[in-house]
């Protein structure tokens, strides 16, 4: 049984009273995502996102081992999300539940069978040894929206991180250190990210980055993926009361505005962190180098 606190009766009618005179609980206006907040660890591709009180963390992480035998030129790249107490009371550990299901489904779909990241790119030997990139997804903090902040996160972090670099030698692989190469960005091709629509009052009022509480007054969602070029990655409408085919086409051009806004912002944070490593590295090649130049002497 769950454990998340149901909506009252009360709640609801007032949640869809609201938003038939066009005005949301939190102020914002019906296409207007919350406060986002991106931020870095100290490895390449860690990343912490806030959006609104929906928090999360994304790791990505690589491994060399074998390609498919399918696909022998291609590398491997995984999602993985569990969704644990930590995020939510409702959700037990080590046990899946539809979200976790739906949420990983739609993110695979969006990034991955779109080739978002090259995998072709992530092979070392054909048919022997590729590189597999994994993407590690932990919630801290449930409050709606799942999906869209983790495929911000994902995203931000498969740009974010840097694998080891690696050659082959007499027909061995060698990995380098971060410490002995400069490590190696990975091949994106696009940008996709995917756009969570709820409906309410037969359709009649649509949002986008719904609060849990608006999640649960929700009639049904609408799950666009698309890149920032405009180019549809995924559709998904699979719950819910029926919506207008006119409503999708419109919101689908909402979509693609949200898509290049997003983007941009992922694009300024990821400069900002960037440039502040090169920095750091600088300064410690400056440091490395006086060190030997005081030995020396």
């Known amino acids: 049984m769950s454990k998340e606190a149901q909506l009252s009766i009360a709640e609801r009618d007032f949640i869809l009273e609201a938003l038939r005179e066009d005005v949301r609980l939190d102020g914002r206006q019906p296409d207007q995502f919350r406060p986002m907040d991106i931020t870095f660890g100290e490895e390449y591709g860690h990343v912490k996102l806030q959006l609104g009180k929906t928090s999360l963390i994304v790791r990505i992480s690589a491994e060399v081992t074998k390609p498919r035998e399918e696909r022998p030129f291609d ?9 644990s107490s930590m995020g939510s009371p409702a959700w037990e550990n080590g046990r899946s ?13 969006v990034i991955r ?28 903090d449930y409050d709606g929206n799942l999906t869209d902040a983790a495929c911000i996160a994902i995203m931000t972090g498969l740009q974010h991180f840097r694998r080891p670099d690696a050659v082959v030698k007499d027909g061995r692989v060698i990995v380098y250190g971060v410490e ?20 309410f009052n037969d359709s009649k009022h649509v949002i986008v980055d ?23 990655c995924y559709m998904s409408k699979i719950e819910g009361s029926p919506i207008n085919p006119m409503v999708i086409v419109n919101k689908t051009s909402v979509a693609w505005d949200k898509v290049k806004e997003l983007n941009l912002i992922i694009d300024k944070v990821l400069r900002t962190d960037l440039a502040k490593r090169a920095k750091v590295g600088m300064a410690d090649e400056s440091r490395a180098e006086n060190d030997r130049l005081v030995a020396t002497e």
Request: net charge negative; glycine share 6%; hydrophobic share 40%.
């Open 113 to 140: 069978h779109s080739n978002a990241l090259d995998t072709e790119s992530l092979c070392i030997i054909k048919g022997v040894s590729c590189w597999s990139i994994r993407a590690d997804v932990h919630v801290i």
């Open 97 to 109: 539940n539809d979200l976790e299901a739906s949420a990983t489904n739609t993110l695979d779909r």
């Open 210 to 232: 719904a609060t849990l509480k608006e999640e649960q007054a929700s009639e049904g969602d609408l799950v666009i993926g698309i890149n920032s070029a405009g180019e549809l």
């Open 75 to 83: 590398g491997l790249f995984n999602i993985n999300m569990e969704l």
């Open 180 to 199: 002995e190469r400069v490590p190696v960005a990975l091949n994106i091709t696009h940008k996709p990210l995917s756009i969570t629509f709820n409906t």
